[in-house]
């Protein structure tokens, strides 16, 4: 069942609004539609994500306007390589999540009760405001997954939108077809975190399936606008083989293109696997020749200091276009037209005529609580 989307939802009580994508059951339940858990609630009952509830014969979300923080970043942290780079973007995010990574690096907002991390509170349009007034480029919905808090998201969005600044998601894409076509009409940009390439790996180390995750990858590139770049976290034995990076990319370059640009991240032990040593610097670059490999023009390494592999190359005559140094941008060489001033090609990606400079700042924002609007 679906209600219709406004900027301003009528809320039940603070931080509680009826939620979109569910229906009833024939027991008296209520299942959630938002993802492929399908969630079965009765009264009460509250669903893996922990913020979506069955009340009063209905869904609602339970984390609406509160977050665990509001700051600004650097867009590169994402991360966005090909999206507006330099730019500041205002990130916040919520409690919970519709995953159960047993090495999840946000785990203590991600598995935490809402009513224990979501200290911070803003409106759609405060939100929105508050951007427009720091002269972010863009909103984004991250540290947790926002599929889960969509209807907030979706209002941030539309407030976002209407003040000439853009919105961004950070996502894992596990999310239902009815659901993504409404929550990815009010989104500009988005890294979806490809876990894995096994179905193994995503059923007992992440709780869910990779099926619908490359789906929701397809049906991005292939129907929407929505600018697309896709992360894998290499963890040291569980999903860093030679064999599995080279099916990704290859999967990756016959589904979505050679032009959407692929990040492999390092890892760092924590929450459920603090037994797993670091990811090597070597295994990163060596995924990275593999991506190039395989065709794709466009292979970032993260989470470790690697000037090379964070900084983008013209795919025509290998020009370095835009130098990076972490989130710093140190060199440009494109012009007005996005074009390399080597060869002309023009890059992928969504830029402006010059590169922000908000550099490596991460800029907490606060909000007057005492104002709702």
């Not at 509250?46 to 984390?63: H, M, P, W, Y």
């Not at 009409?185 to 992440?206: P, Q, W």
């Not at 013209?314 to 276009?321: I, S, T």
Request: aromatic residues 10%.
């Amino acid at each position: 069942m679906n209600t219709p989307s406004s900027a301003r939802r009528e809320e039940i009580e603070p931080g509680v609004v009826r939620g979109e994508w569910w229906h009833r059951l024939d027991d008296g339940g209520v299942q959630c539609d938002l993802c492929p858990r399908f969630c079965k609630l009765h009264e009460g009952q509250k669903a893996f994500c922990f913020v979506r509830q069955a009340r009063d014969g209905e869904i609602v979300l339970t984390s609406y306007g509160r977050a665990t923080g509001y700051c600004i970043d650097p867009i590169e942290k994402k991360p966005l390589s090909h999206f507006y780079p330099g730019s500041a973007v205002l990130s916040f995010g919520t409690a919970g999540c519709n995953l159960g990574c047993r090495f999840c690096q946000n785990w203590d907002i991600s598995k935490a009760r809402e009513d224990r991390v979501l200290a911070a509170t803003a409106s759609p349009t405060v939100v929105a405001d508050a951007a427009a007034d720091a002269e972010c480029t863009s909103v984004a919905f991250t540290y947790n997954d926002p599929i889960i808090f969509a209807e907030y998201a979706i209002d941030c969005a539309k407030e976002a939108r209407a003040r000439g600044v853009k919105t961004v998601a950070v996502s894992s894409g596990y999310m239902t077809p009815e659901a993504r076509r409404d929550f990815y009409a009010h989104i500009d940009a988005v890294n979806i975190d490809l876990k894995a390439f096994t179905e193994t790996f995503y059923h007992e180390i992440s709780f869910a399936h990779l099926a619908p995750v490359l789906d929701t990858l397809s049906w991005l590139r292939q129907e929407t606008d929505v600018w697309l770049e896709v992360t894998t976290l290499l963890i040291p034995g569980r999903n860093d083989s030679e064999d599995e990076v080279e099916r990704l990319c290859a999967w990756l370059v016959e589904n979505l293109g050679p032009e959407v640009p692929l990040h492999f991240s390092a890892f760092h032990p924590d929450f459920k696997m603090m037994n797993v040593t670091p990811t090597p610097a070597a295994t990163l670059r060596r995924a990275r020749e593999q991506g190039s490999r395989a065709g794709l023009k466009h292979v970032y390494t993260g989470n470790i200091r690697d000037v090379e592999g964070q900084s983008t190359y013209c795919p025509g005559c290998g020009q370095l276009v835009i130098g990076r140094d972490g989130y710093e941008i140190t060199a440009w060489s494109l012009d007005e037209a996005s074009r390399c001033s080597g060869c002309r090609l023009a890059l992928a990606g969504r830029f402006a005529s010059k590169p922000g400079h908000w550099g490596m700042r991460r800029q907490p924002v606060f909000f007057d609580t005492s104002v709702r609007r």
